[in-house]
């Protein structure tokens, strides 16, 4: 009898093994067949992700190619040009308005419609061609593959732009295609723009692309606005010549309505004119620099200190700091990331040769109310130069009592909501919700308390309207040499000639 249950018991033993083994088998097999479908996913991914890739590198030079073919066409009005095209299995299409340009400067006014050549891949990559410039673009991600067909000649001071455009909206299969010029418009040939800027507002699915080109091509400081919303960027060539603009006490980049000076307080001495250039991104950019370490002297803001040859930054200057500013050795500069609110004393106490200090704030408000000068206030005007942004709100008073004496630059090409949230605009004859029916100034001028200015302005907008105050231009700045601009950071390209012409082009499959 045991020896039956023992046999039972093994033979259980045994055929329970034989059904795990079998299970062990069935489930290998599935977890290979598993991991088979896992890797042939994968790969399979991996393999549509590198063959559109690898198609969207041919279009990318396809559109290259054609962007030179159509340059040539441009140039010829009597040929036609042809060329291999890749377009991918999905084509291209052309639209004849996919944008616009406008140019204004001096007498200019310029305003086209412009076309482009765009290829969508599967993968939501966009390639596209506009009047001269190829880009790439993945979301918000833009690579610049061929610049726009604008041309700056330095020494000749000439822009040249011959804008592209298609003359009707289509597809474009992968072949052979040809370009043909229909039409060209010279917009009256070559303009006279001397001692004036050109603005140029382009509207484009691509604006990111332009403001790309424009921000290598001509520096940051070119690029104006760029408005998301919109899709649109601004950007400034040209510039007034600085010579120019401290010729008078005043330099209002706004029209006549933007001075108030019925007091006398200023006088004469002020003209309006050509906007000089903004400074916000030199300024961006040098307090970038320092904040990053380049810089010579990082100060406190309640420090008093020698500053000699060199640079240094401070995070804001407000209340009773002093320094004293030795220039024998060179130039020094001042950085101020923030507002500029100064009730102590900053005074150039030595200088040598033709050495200057520059001081850079970039805060909106910059408050005087202490004493910055050369030599007790009697020196030269153009050896203290404080640059702002065009944001900047500039208020000698109304209970202040300081003297500045030298170039005071705010330069704006635009009304901006200077005082807007600022509460020292309060009690003023220049504030806005005392000053009825006038202008939102950016400079008041407005001191009870007695400020004297010594020097020369240059602003989008100035209020004058306090006999205590006293505002004496120094003359010696008309023939001064002066660059708001320190080593490597560039102004703008000036411009004395503008050559704008229209292409209009014909772009189809052979």
């Excluded at 970039?362 to 000068?373: K, L, N, R, T, Y």
């Amino acid at each position: 009898m045991e020896s039956r249950l023992g046999s039972k018991y093994i033979n259980s033993i045994t055929s329970n093994r034989g059904q795990a083994a079998l299970l062990g088998i069935v489930l290998l097999i599935g977890m290979v067949a598993v991991t088979s479908v896992g890797i042939f996913l994968v790969g399979g991914e991996a393999i549509t992700n590198t063959e559109q890739q690898t198609e969207n590198e041919r279009i990318e030079q396809s559109f290259v190619e054609m962007g030179h073919t159509m340059a040539t066409a441009s140039a010829d009005s009597d040929g036609m040009r042809s060329m291999q095209f890749e377009a991918g299995d999905s084509g291209a299409v052309t639209k004849s308005d996919a944008g616009w340009i406008r140019i204004e400067g001096d007498d200019v006014d310029i305003n086209r419609s412009i076309g482009a050549v765009e290829y969508e891949g599967d993968d939501g990559t966009v390639v596209a061609y506009q009047a001269g410039g190829v880009w790439s673009e993945r979301g918000n991600q833009t690579r610049m593959l061929s610049a726009p067909n604008v041309n700056y000649d330095p020494e000749a001071e000439t822009l040249w732009f011959p804008i592209t455009t298609l003359s009707g909206e289509g597809t474009l299969d992968s072949g052979e295609i040809a370009v043909r010029q229909n039409s060209t418009d010279p917009m009256d040939g070559v303009r006279f723009v001397e001692n004036d800027s050109v603005t140029m507002t382009i509207q484009s699915e691509y604006y990111r692309g332009w403001e790309q080109f424009f921000r290598e091509e001509a520096g940051g400081v070119s690029v104006q606005e760029v408005d998301h919303e919109n899709r649109t960027v601004k950007v400034m060539l040209g510039y007034a010549d600085f010579d120019d603009a401290f010729q008078e006490g005043v330099m209002i980049n706004g029209g006549e309505g933007d001075f108030d000076d019925k007091q006398g307080v200023i006088g004469d001495e002020y003209e309006t004119g050509t906007p000089m250039p903004p400074m916000d991104d030199v300024i961006d950019e040098m307090i970038e620099d320092a904040q990053s370490g380049d810089v010579d002297e990082n100060l406190t803001g309640d420090q008093t200190a020698t500053l000699e040859d060199g640079t240094y930054y401070v995070d804001e200057v407000n209340g009773d700091v002093d320094y004293n500013v030795d220039l024998s050795d060179g130039n020094t500069t001042l950085i101020v990331g923030g507002d500029w609110k100064h009730e102590g004393e900053i005074n150039v106490t030595d200088r040598a040769g033709d050495n200057v200090l520059r001081i850079y704030v970039g805060g909106d408000i910059a408050e005087f109310d202490g004493e910055v000068c050369v030599k007790g206030c009697n020196g030269n005007a153009e050896v203290i130069q404080f640059y702002g942004p065009s944001t900047m709100a500039v208020s000698f008073g109304p209970n202040n009592s300081g003297h500045f004496e030298g170039i005071l630059y705010v330069a704006s090409d635009e009304k901006k909501d200077w005082w807007d949230g600022l509460t020292i605009q309060d009690g003023g004859t220049c504030a806005p919700d005392q000053n009825r029916d006038k202008e939102d100034y950016q400079v008041h001028m407005q001191a009870g308390g007695g400020t004297n200015f010594s020097g020369s302005i240059v602003a989008y907008s100035v209020c004058a309207l306090s006999n205590a105050s006293t505002f004496n231009y120094a003359e010696a700045l008309a023939d001064a040499d002066v660059d708001p601009y320190p080593e490597g950071y560039e102004r703008p390209p000036q411009i004395t000639y503008l050559n704008v012409a229209v292409h209009e082009l014909d772009v189809k499959n052979e």
